[in-house]
């Protein structure tokens, strides 16, 4: 689930976006990103200047005690809600599901794991070990403020795991991830000129060698390819999802003539519309791929029928300015060399953000 709060744009520690009436966004307060989930969303790597993690960054809310004390009852009566009144029917479905599964195979029902399994696909996980599917009775929040966690715990801090009565804390981003921001003009040059943002596509250059589309012209990730891409991360995407999530890749002219070509780089938009598992392979990393990869899939959403894309059109000019003008995408603070490709294709940090598993307990 995916929890938010008006106080990230009240009372949060960092600038919240603001538009001017001249489609300008007005400058932000930045994060230090000269400083420091088991959720490596990125794993791109090009040659720059190193960036300094030692140190991580978290925001938190300014918010008087009183309004932080009723954020986290809020919170709690949300959870209690879900336990309570759809909690039930998801586990009854799995139970229906694990049940029709052994009688399609022939075996005797079983009880459902208390831990369902963590693989997607029997062959997804034979290189990168994929992150533990969370107890069914717990819930992943994604892409939650740290200062909304930081609610949850006796302290009030993010980084001391001491979680408040009723509440048991699986898992979090210790450092968090660092969410980006982008600007639609770092991606699509026509957003500040007025012309359409549905103009034919004009991907950035690649180096000598590499192409965005195979030798058949295809461009994208092919299902084909989809059982690479889920050996190459932990993070346990389903190839459904995966074949429903617009992104790209890139192919390299190896001079074989092997019917069966794969890609050496690909990355997606994810459900959220977040820039998600953008990978370069090793042997091709430190070759300038990961930014123009990047900055080609973040420009594809930003066409009108793409995931950025609602309200570029809008008669409306503030719809325009405010919906149409951001991008985002999020990167573990460990992660320097995908934080890096971030910065260099025009990212912000303007929040840092956690993916937990936490159980409401009694």
Not at 109 to 115: A, L, T
Not at 240 to 251: E, H, R, V, W
Request: proline share 8%; net charge negative; hydrophobic share 35%.
């Amino acid at each position: 689930m995916l929890i938010y709060s008006s106080l990230e744009a009240e009372h949060t520690s960092i600038s919240p976006i603001a538009v001017s009436d001249s489609t300008k966004a007005t400058t932000p307060e930045i994060l230090t990103v000269d400083s420091g989930s088991n959720n490596n969303k990125n794993n791109a790597n090009d040659d720059d200047a190193d960036i300094d993690i030692t140190k991580s960054t978290i925001s938190i809310f300014s918010a008087n005690p009183a309004v932080l004390a009723l954020a986290r009852e809020q919170i709690l009566a949300l959870l209690s809600y879900v336990k309570t009144h759809l909690l039930p029917s998801y586990l009854s479905h799995l139970a229906k599901s694990a049940q029709a599964t052994s009688t399609e195979v022939g075996t005797t029902p079983v009880p459902i794991p208390s831990v369902a399994p963590n693989s997607t696909n029997p062959t997804a996980n034979n290189i990168v070990p994929l992150i533990p599917a969370p107890d069914p009775q717990a819930f992943l929040i994604g892409s939650l403020h740290t200062g909304l966690f930081s609610l949850l715990q006796r302290s009030g801090s993010y980084t001391l795991s001491n979680p408040i009565p009723n509440i048991r804390v699986h898992r979090f981003d210790d450092p968090p991830y660092y969410k980006y921001f982008f600007r639609r003009s770092e991606f699509s040059p026509d957003a500040d000129s007025g012309k359409s943002a549905n103009l034919p596509f004009v991907d950035p250059p690649l180096p000598s060698g590499y192409r965005f589309h195979d030798r058949e012209g295809r461009v994208g990730v092919l299902s084909k390819h989809l059982d690479l891409v889920q050996s190459r991360t932990h993070i346990p995407r389903p190839r459904k999802q995966l074949s429903m999530m617009p992104g790209m890749a890139i192919y390299f002219d190896s001079g074989s003539s092997d019917a069966d070509e794969m890609p050496i780089a690909w990355g997606f938009l994810g459900v959220d519309g977040a820039l998600a598992t953008l990978h370069v392979e090793p042997e091709h990393r430190g070759r300038g791929l990961a930014v123009p990869l990047s900055k080609a899939i973040m420009r594809r959403g930003m066409s009108v029928d793409g995931v950025f894309g609602a309200g570029v059109n809008s008669e409306d000019s503030q719809t325009r300015e405010r919906v149409g003008a951001w991008a985002h995408a999020e990167v573990a603070g460990y992660n320097k060399a995908s934080r890096r490709v971030m910065e260099k294709i025009g990212g912000q940090v303007l929040t840092t953000v956690t993916w937990t598993v936490i159980e409401l307990c009694g």
